[in-house]
């Protein structure tokens, strides 16, 4: 794969959009693949993890059409596959999926690449257990491969353990199966996309504060589906032109769903100037436009409840720590060691090759502000958010800076490179 390139210097101007949400895009494919009727999902994102989530619902025997910028899903009782589902890089289509499986009275594998077989299943496995399903796996189902043998579930009553919306979302998808009431409490907000798309597609959800129900059986009915652009993916652009000089951009039609907007209220918190503006809702989904202009940032301390509603931006916003004034502490984001990579070994390594200096601790890190980067050679390690934030790093340092394997972008931001050089006029 030809390494990414980035040179440091130009501005970011002009009007941008980004591509289609993932984590919407899988749950809009798994909810269509479920309902009854034909369900189409349109700016549905077309990279290698929502493929994945694709490949693995036609092996269960859904048929989907997909056409340049809609899929079409038609919907109804998944097939036992007749191979094992494989789904690639993606932790979401693993998780999600799993809960769909233990709800149907069959047989079925899961696994993935390297990375998902590395990371913890038994997050899901114990609960859909305790629903009545039988999940084996590595190490008494702590890693995938997966077997899953489904059907004849009751509702729980479950706290998990941590944060977090794959958790959340196979539990709520193995209660549309089962018998009685679901409910899930976490102990902070995380991403709530399954529970507003459930009551898209027809599913009876209750929400109070931090616990979600649904009574099942459930029947789900076909729903038109309108993906927003990624607010993940968007925050690459939202923090490069935070800190490179002259640069004013704004970012359109994306999704500002108030559990994922939380580098927003970080970044200000370091002083940067953002702002939002055209808010509306499609599709039960906040959406608007991110205004930013370049600041000077300085450092913050990072935790508590902020964590789970910016967990996939906070490695971009290492890079913007390392240019702020100050010191700046990230904690309580345990979760940022057991994502694609060991994400805070991986920025400790890679930005201090670029001169930064970041002392990591095992839920979090703290980086040492107002230190120039230099120009140099990093890797990405397999892990696509590694990769566009070390692509940001490039556009601040002193010189250029040469991203290896960067290949992996392509599971949640097709085209990123192009977009970067859209954005700077190069």
């Known amino acids: 794969m030809t390494p990414l390139v980035v040179s440091p210097g130009r501005a970011l101007q002009g009007v941008l959009r980004v591509p289609g949400d993932k984590s919407i895009s899988h749950r809009g494919a798994i909810l269509g ?6 369900t189409r999902v349109t700016g549905f994102l077309h990279a290698e993890d929502c493929r ?35 789904v690639g890089n993606s932790g979401t289509t693993i998780r999600l999926l799993a809960g769909v499986l233990a709800g149907h009275p069959f047989h079925s594998v899961l696994t993935g690449d390297t990375s998902i077989r590395r990371r913890p299943m038994d997050r899901i496995a114990d609960p859909l257990r305790r629903m009545g399903a039988r999940v084996s796996g590595r190490q008494g189902g702590r890693f ?54 459930l009551g898209t597609f027809g599913a009876a959800v209750e929400r109070d504060g931090l616990t979600t129900r649904l009574r099942g059986p459930a029947t789900l009915r076909a729903a038109r589906v309108r993906v927003p652009g990624d607010f993940s993916s968007a925050a690459y652009f939202i923090v490069a032109a935070s800190l490179v000089p002259g640069s004013e951009v704004e970012i359109r039609d994306v999704g500002l769903n108030p559990t994922r907007t939380g580098l927003l209220d970080i970044l200000k918190m370091m002083g940067a100037r953002v702002e939002v503006g055209d808010l509306r ?18 450092g913050a301390v990072i935790g508590g409840d902020l964590v789970p509603r910016a967990i996939d931006e906070l490695p971009v916003l290492a890079v913007a720590a390392c240019f702020a004034e100050g010191e700046t502490v990230i904690r309580d984001a ?37 230190r120039p980067l230099r120009g140099g050679r990093v ?12 692509a940001v790093a490039g556009l601040c340092a002193a010189g250029p800076v040469t991203v290896d394997d960067p290949g992996n972008i392509e599971t949640s931001f097709p ?11 190069g």
């Open 33 to 38: 693949a479920i309902a009854h009727g034909t």
């Open 415 to 425: 085209g990123f490179a192009e977009a970067l050089r859209r954005a700077t006029g």
């Open 281 to 298: 809702e499609e599709g039960g989904e906040p959406v608007g436009t991110v205004a930013v202009r370049a600041s000077r940032l300085h």
């Open 334 to 370: 345990a979760e940022l060691r057991v994502k694609e990579s060991d994400r805070v070994e991986a920025l400790a390594r890679e930005l201090g090759r670029l001169g930064a200096r970041i002392e990591p601790r095992p839920d979090g890190m703290v980086i040492a502000g107002g």
């Open 52 to 86: 994945s989530t694709l490949r693995c619902l036609r092996a269960a025997g859904v048929p989907i059409d997909e056409r340049s910028d809609e899929v079409e899903v038609r919907g109804g009782p998944l097939q036992e596959p007749e191979e094992v589902l494989d």
């Open 379 to 390: 890797a990405s390690g397999g892990d696509h958010r590694i990769a566009m934030s070390l």
């Open 144 to 197: 995938a491969p997966l077997g899953i043998d489904g059907g004849r579930l009751s509702g729980i009553d479950y706290a998990t353990p941590v944060a977090s919306a794959q958790v959340k979302s196979a539990v709520l998808l193995a209660g549309l199966f089962a018998e009685g009431a679901t409910s899930v409490r976490e102990p902070a907000q995380s991403r709530d996309h399954t529970e507003r798309m």
